[in-house]
């Protein structure tokens, strides 16, 4: 092999701060390293599927498309062979001056980075040379390149030609950069002929793959602990050996290799061998037979019917079947999510015995979860062996926005949105969700909003080859018309017919189908009303012999305002509030007894209990209460709630009742009467007054709720349009306010959300595309992305410290916290877990309006939050007065503004 000029061996990529001014990384074997870390990702991690779908794409062999890849991506940093990018380092810029290359005259700072310049130089090359006829693909491919750090450059930045010559230099520099391109040509041996995907759709599809492919071989291939400096004195031959050693060692090293698809589809019954399929479960394998990938399924069933085992059978089937790239299962919550890991690690642990399982947990306070830690390898060149069993979570892969690389993931559905919002690094996102298995549980929760980004995110999924199962035991017919739409990619003129639940909907590219689950056991629950000031003695009574009881609230303050009700009556012992507003250390604490008393085949079920909670407990939490009494909520969280009610009864060993609660009984309390219709002032802001009207006038009158014969008759009439018969006319003007209200709302949420969304795969998207933040360096990350994802208020995050007479403790664990210094591992996480976060508009302005801690301002962990330091319990202040209980969580003190959920 020809060896490159020895005069264009004088550029650099990477210095070293800590070696000395002549610790510099030769860029040619940069780009070397980074198309060889390609080349082993594509060979040995990639799923055989997302391969095969690139090859068809480029109507190339997998072989030949490997090839190509990996010289696409080597190029990546092809724009730091400029003066703009060579002239950032004095002792390289000597150098290059030395072997004949001279610099412009510039500005001190030069605007543009080297991405755009790798894209205006791919951009020139394949024009010139005519190697890529489309010139909108060459284009677009350009800017794939050069987006690699997580940004594409702009139409606005490609056509200016203000700075072009500072960033691309004379005629010298662009034949060093010719004579480089061919040596990678050489190198990698990519094919002279292919044809570029036809079609908007298939090639966004195609060139986010590439983006994120990319981002990821760069950022392996820049870890000097594997690809060590060299100054390019290294012989040829050498160090391309040198380089494809260290980049199959790298992946093996950092978890990339592991467990792949290797086409072995199992029986329901082998994957769940401790019991037989239900009816229902049996119709869902028969229909879903033959069922090939990409596909919408949306699973409607009551809960405790099974529906995360048939959809773990289906998705793990999938996999296996096409050799897909793995499963994300997309949780509403951190303490759903939290439940779910627990359950789908013990599940994958018996299903791939004897094989390395690379599964993490995916959300903010995912490091500090004990479970989790426990498995994690802590560092680069850790032992496997270390993790327990075959399940581990390789450190590589644990900053949130690399996360959904790994094959297997369960975490927070915010994770999912952030791979179709304007944030940096979307596109790594999409490539870590290509041609998997995405489980999205408790979808009827999303408020229009997340249903906006829902949507945009199933478009893009479908685009990269990615199934969907949709989990829900009380969907709305809309939204599952429109999910089911949105999948096909046709949105209009598609019938989806009309099936009672329980029932099974399939979106395909070409139809949707919609399958009965057969009849499912219906029960009857006793709804009864009850004013809240006869609270007390309703559950006296009720609880007379025992038994166990959930008061499920709307708002925080709710809770507390029910706790100091009840503790005039019954013993602290037997009370247990469970909300937002707790440190997480509490809060976990609080979560793992409410599983340990009620969870299935429990054995320390108190004998009498009550938990007062928000809606943490409402969602995937398999819990149990013999008496269950709630706010008044929209209809399908009633379902919800009540879904929580004698769940276990049909289990082997179902709990043991008192008499008085072997009947499951629902009591909601009375809304404010003192109006006609009733007045939600307080819950109106958690949810619609239309919905909470309607949901009033559906049900006030029932005192027997058959379910879930009766769950799609309640969802339609609250969530139809039409008349209901039991609304009297005269209201009907009023509740046409109430809904005209809602509407405005909706679009204003809907129009919030499309406005953070890149555009649909059928549209240009490269060149028209700007990043609108970074999570993982923007100090105010973790509250900008909750209010990307989510349409929730902005909040703060606050770690709860103690002053003592010989300084600041944490909360958990009590170590000692200097907030001048950087901490050290173990108190970042005890900071981590001392943490809770606050919404309240006049709380959140408080604390931001005070100064970070300068230790924290270099801690990535640390840096979005901020301290609250407690005195006895209590933070005071001008205007706040704030007090920190065990049993209460954090409670305001005075006539302070009260913070809602």
């Known amino acids: 092999m020809n060896r490159l000029n020895e005069k264009y061996f004088c550029f650099w990529a990477k210095t070293s701060k800590e070696q000395g001014n002549e610790a510099w990384h030769n860029l040619l074997w940069h ?58 380092w004095d002792f390289g810029k000597q150098r290059i001056k030395q072997a004949g290359f001279t610099f412009p005259p510039s500005p001190e700072i030069i605007p543009g980075y080297h991405g755009l310049a790798t894209t205006w130089i791919m951009e020139n090359y394949w024009e010139e040379e005519h190697i890529i006829q489309d010139r909108s693909f060459s284009i677009s491919l350009a800017l794939a390149l050069g987006g690699h750090h997580g940004e594409f450059p702009s139409s606005g930045e490609m056509n200016s030609t203000v700075y072009r010559s500072d960033h691309l230099g004379d005629g010298r520099w662009k034949a060093a950069r010719i004579a480089i391109i061919n040596q990678l040509k050489e190198i990698f041996t990519p094919p002279d002929i292919y044809m570029p995907p036809s079609g908007m759709e298939p090639c966004n599809a195609l060139l986010f793959l590439l983006a994120g492919l990319t981002t990821t071989a760069d950022w392996i291939a820049s870890n000097s602990t594997y690809f060590k400096f060299d100054d390019g004195s290294m012989p040829m031959e050498t160090y391309l050996h040198k380089s494809a050693e260290e980049a199959q060692y790298a992946l093996q090293d950092l978890g990339w290799h592991g467990w792949k698809s290797s086409g072995d589809p199992h029986t329901f019954t082998q994957l769940f061998p401790e019991f037989i399929p239900n009816s229902l479960q049996s119709a869902f394998i028969e229909h879903t037979q033959g069922l090939d990938s990409p596909y919408l399924l949306i699973l409607e069933a009551p809960t405790g019917s099974g529906k995360t085992e048939s959809a773990l059978y289906l998705a793990d089937t999938t996999i296996q079947k096409e050799y897909k790239a793995g499963i994300y299962i997309a949780m509403p919550s951190q303490a759903t999510s939290n439940q779910m890991y627990d359950r789908t690690t013990k599940f994958l642990s018996e299903r791939y015995k004897h094989i390395p399982l690379n599964i993490l947990l995916v959300h903010g306070a995912a490091l500090i979860k004990e479970d989790f830690s426990k498995v994690r390898i802590q560092g680069i060149g850790q032992d496997q062996q270390q993790a327990q069993g075959n399940i581990i979570g390789a450190e590589w892969f644990l900053p949130r926005k690399k996360s959904l690389l790994a094959p297997f993931g369960i975490g927070t559905v915010d994770q999912t949105f952030l791979s179709v919002m304007r944030c940096k690094h979307f596109f790594l996102r999409l490539f870590g969700l290509a041609h998997k298995v995405v489980i999205f549980d408790e979808v009827h929760a999303y408020d229009v909003y997340m249903l906006e980004i829902f949507k945009r995110l199933l478009n893009w999924l479908r685009s990269v080859n990615t199934s969907v199962i949709i989990l829900s035991a009380t969907l709305p017919e809309q939204s599952r018309f429109e999910l089911l739409q949105t999948y096909t990619g046709q949105v209009e003129d598609v019938d989806v017919p009309s099936i009672e639940f329980p029932r099974l909907s399939i979106s395909t590219q070409n139809q949707i189908q919609v399958f009965p689950l057969g009849v499912t056991e219906s029960r009857c629950i006793a709804l009864q009303w009850l004013a809240e000031e006869d609270l007390t003695t309703i559950l006296s009574n009720e609880l007379a012999s025992g038994g166990n009881a959930a008061i499920i ?47 299935k085949n429990s054995s320390s079920r108190p004998q009498r209990s009550i938990v007062i909670a928000t809606q943490v407990i409402e969602q995937s939490l398999d819990l149990d209460f013999d008496l269950m009494i709630s706010d008044l909520a929209p209809v399908d969280l009633l379902i919800q709630r009540a879904g929580r009610l004698h769940r276990h009864q049909g289990n082997a060993h179902p709990p043991s009742r008192p008499t008085a609660l072997t009947e499951p009984k629902l009591m909601l309390l009375l809304p404010d009467q003192e109006q006609d219709p009733p007045s939600f002032s307080k819950d109106g802001s958690i949810y619609a007054p239309y919905i909470l009207q309607r949901t009033w006038f559906a049900i006030h009158s029932l005192s027997l709720l ?10 339609g009439k609250v969530y139809s349009e039409e008349l209901m018969d039991e609304i009297r006319a005269d209201l009907w003007p009023q509740m046409q306010e109430y809904f005209r209200k809602m509407l405005h709302e909706d679009d204003e949420d809907s129009l919030k959300a499309v406005n953070q969304l890149i555009k649909t795969p059928n549209k240009r998207i490269l060149g028209s595309l700007q990043a609108g933040f970074d999570d993982e360096h923007d100090p105010a990350s973790h509250s900008l992305m909750q209010t990307l994802t989510r349409n929730a208020r902005p909040s703060v995050q606050l770690v709860c410290l103690f002053q003592e007479a010989d300084g600041l403790y944490t909360l958990d664990q009590h170590l000692l916290v200097n907030l001048d210094q950087q901490p050290d591992h173990q108190i970042t996480v005890a900071c981590l877990r001392s943490a809770l976060s606050l919404s309240n508009p006049a709380l959140v302005r408080h604390f931001l309006s005070q100064p970070k801690p300068t230790g924290w301002k270099k801690s990535p962990a640390l840096r979005s939050h901020l301290p609250i330091i407690f005195t006895n319990d209590v933070y005071q202040s001008d205007k706040i007065d704030l007090f920190l209980d065990p049993i209460k969580g954090l409670v305001q003190q005075k006539n302070h503004p009260k913070e809602e959920k």
């Open 706 to 715: 058959n379910l879930p014969a009766q769950t799609d008759e309640l969802i």
């Open 553 to 599: 609230c709307n708002r925080v303050d709710h809770t507390l305002e029910i706790y100091e009700r009840l503790k005039e009556v019954f013993p602290s012992e037997e009370l247990l509030i469970f909300h937002s507003r707790f440190p997480y250390c509490w809060r976990e604490q609080i979560e793992t007894k409410i599983k340990d008393r009620y969870g």
């Open 31 to 88: 780009l070397i390293d980074t198309g060889m870390v390609a080349h082993a990702l594509w060979d040995s991690s990639l799923s055989d599927a997302l391969k095969k779908d690139m090859a068809q794409a480029l109507s190339l062999d997998i072989t030949q498309t490997g090839k190509l890849v990996s010289f696409w991506v080597a190029l990546h940093d092809i724009g730091k062979a400029g003066p703009a990018f060579q002239r950032k």
